[in-house]
């Protein structure tokens, strides 16, 4: 009698090994939620991060984010089943994962806040920069209509408002499992935009005739200004790379065989190969174009006026990307906030009841008050910090520095020595922790410099 493997088994039912529907998730669906999660609103940042780096420090930087964000997710994709990263038992959230690998309260609890403070700032982030294109359509009709040099000065507050009223609608969508469709859209959305900026970016150079920008990056008055500039960059850069924060979450869509992790690994070197591609020709190409100065949003920051049809197009696809995006990153914060209002109150009819509603035009779906409620008050939140710190690239480069070592670095390396038993000292041990702390210098001086900034520019 033949012997089947755990997951060969499980998935011969309706249900896999935890008693959770079968999940459908393939390598393809993987690397559309890395994608709609990565290419978001950091890309648009990334020629003014390598304006203030220079022509050796910013690519050099870009490549070396994305070698530290492959290791990260190769570290971090074996944490999913414990104890073995194969037939152990499923972590369906990075949280769960620290608890299970590390088991410490303090940890975990430590690791949570980040964790979900990080996604909140994320979705702060998103209300912002799509405010920001959204006005950016706006100002870029005003120019072609009463030229490049009239004021055309538009606020972002009513287009903060429209985004977080959509966000209403939209977090009804029950979970990750229910939005392949939506990050496949923004995917596309982000591919789009980007294509886009690269192309503009381009043509840019081109018509100049030569390529702008110097090896020591835009000139300062003074060095201590120049270090707050490269710090902010490099915290810019942090923001636009890493997924850990949502990366078991992904892999928990997925199905098996073939195991998970294996899935994971291959999807995240197709993702970050690609992303990487588009983030050094949309920082290369922008920085080539305009010099020191680059904006700070490649496609708002009003470098390029024209074809403005094609920069409405472009903010537009930016717009319906972060619709997607916002939800990768809040998708998690539901979940977790769902699952314990049920543990906590298991006969509520508030938390636990499901209402059928039918909305003509619409088919019917299934309302749930706390759900309703919660999602609510969380986009409404998001939205209102979101008005009072309207500043891009400072809002990116601090929660890019935060995000950075404890959750894309810390974290997964301390998990990675329990589950794989490497002991202390040995040559696997030391190559990490050196790992570690350079990842971790690099966090303080993009808090530092970004900090920094947003401070200057709530002030000024």
């Known amino acids: 009698m033949a012997v089947q493997h755990p997951l060969e088994l499980a998935n011969t039912n309706s249900c896999d090994?935890?008693?959770?529907?079968?999940?459908?998730?393939?390598?393809?669906?993987?690397?559309?939620?890395?994608?709609?999660?990565?290419?978001?609103?950091?890309?648009?940042?990334?020629?003014?991060?390598?304006?203030?780096?220079?022509?050796?420090g910013g690519p050099v930087c870009l490549l070396s984010f994305a070698i530290v964000t492959y290791i990260s997710s190769f570290l971090l994709s074996d944490c999913y089943r414990s104890p073995d990263p194969i037939t152990g038992t499923r972590n369906k959230s990075y949280m769960n994962a620290v608890k299970v690998?590390?088991?410490?309260?303090?940890?975990?609890?430590?690791?949570?806040?980040?964790?979900?403070?990080?996604?909140?700032?994320?979705?702060?982030?998103?209300?912002?920069?799509?405010?920001?294109?959204?006005?950016?359509?706006?100002?870029?009709?005003?120019?072609?209509?009463?030229?490049?040099?009239?004021?055309?000065?538009?606020?972002t507050g009513l287009y903060m408002m429209l985004f977080g009223l959509v966000q209403i609608v939209v977090s009804q969508i029950p979970d990750f499992h229910n939005m392949e469709w939506l990050s496949v859209v923004a995917a596309i959305m982000s591919f789009t935009y980007s294509f886009i900026g690269l192309g503009l970016g381009m043509?840019?150079?081109?018509?100049?005739?030569?390529?702008?920008?110097?090896?020591?990056?835009?000139?300062?008055?003074?060095?201590?200004?120049?270090?707050?500039?490269?710090?902010?960059?490099?915290?810019?850069?942090?923001?636009?790379?890493?997924?850990?924060i949502i990366l078991l979450e992904i892999q928990d869509t997925l199905k098996s065989p073939p195991p998970e992790n294996q899935t994971m690994k291959k999807a995240s070197m197709i993702a970050i190969f690609v992303t990487t591609f588009f983030y050094l020709c949309c920082g290369c190409f922008g920085y080539a174009a305009f010099g020191n100065d680059t904006p700070g949003n490649l496609l708002t920051g009003f470098g390029f006026y024209e074809p403005y049809w094609l920069i409405d197009f472009a903010n537009a696809c930016i717009v319906l990307h972060l619709v997607g995006g916002y939800q990768v990153y809040s998708q998690p914060v539901f979940a977790v906030a769902e699952r314990w209002s049920r543990k906590k109150y298991p006969n509520s009819g508030f938390v636990n009841n499901f209402y059928s509603i039918k909305i003509p035009l619409l088919p019917r779906f299934q309302v749930n008050p706390f759900r309703l409620c919660f999602r609510?008050?969380?986009?409404?939140?998001?939205?209102?910090?979101?008005?009072?710190?309207?500043?891009?690239?400072?809002?990116?480069?601090?929660?890019?520095?935060l995000n950075f070592w404890p959750l894309a670095i810390y974290f997964p390396v301390e998990m990675y020595f329990v589950q794989k038993r490497i002991g202390a000292w040995t040559k696997k041990w030391i190559v990490?922790?050196?790992?570690?702390?350079?990842?971790?210098?690099?966090?303080?001086?993009?808090?530092?410099?970004?900090?920094?900034?947003?401070?200057?520019?709530?002030?000024?």
Request: charged fraction near 10%.
């Open 17 to 56: 090994d935890d008693g959770h529907p079968l999940r459908t998730g393939t390598l393809w669906s993987c690397v559309a939620h890395i994608i709609t999660a990565v290419i978001g609103s950091g890309v648009l940042s990334l020629a003014w991060s390598t304006a203030q780096l220079g022509w050796i």
């Open 101 to 155: 690998n590390l088991n410490s309260r303090k940890k975990t609890w430590f690791c949570g806040f980040l964790l979900y403070f990080s996604m909140f700032g994320t979705g702060i982030a998103y209300v912002i920069t799509t405010a920001t294109s959204m006005r950016a359509i706006q100002r870029s009709n005003c120019y072609h209509k009463e030229g490049h040099e009239a004021s055309c000065q538009y606020g």
């Open 203 to 244: 043509a840019k150079a081109i018509e100049n005739g030569r390529i702008q920008g110097s090896l020591a990056g835009v000139p300062t008055s003074n060095v201590a200004d120049k270090l707050w500039l490269v710090f902010q960059a490099l915290g810019d850069i942090a923001f636009a790379y890493p997924y850990s």
């Open 376 to 401: 609510t008050v969380y986009v409404v939140s998001t939205t209102a910090i979101a008005m009072i710190f309207p500043y891009f690239n400072q809002v990116l480069g601090v929660l890019g520095a």
């Open 432 to 460: 990490l922790r050196i790992f570690s702390f350079v990842c971790f210098l690099v966090t303080v001086v993009g808090v530092i410099g970004s900090v920094e900034g947003l401070i200057s520019a709530k002030l000024s």
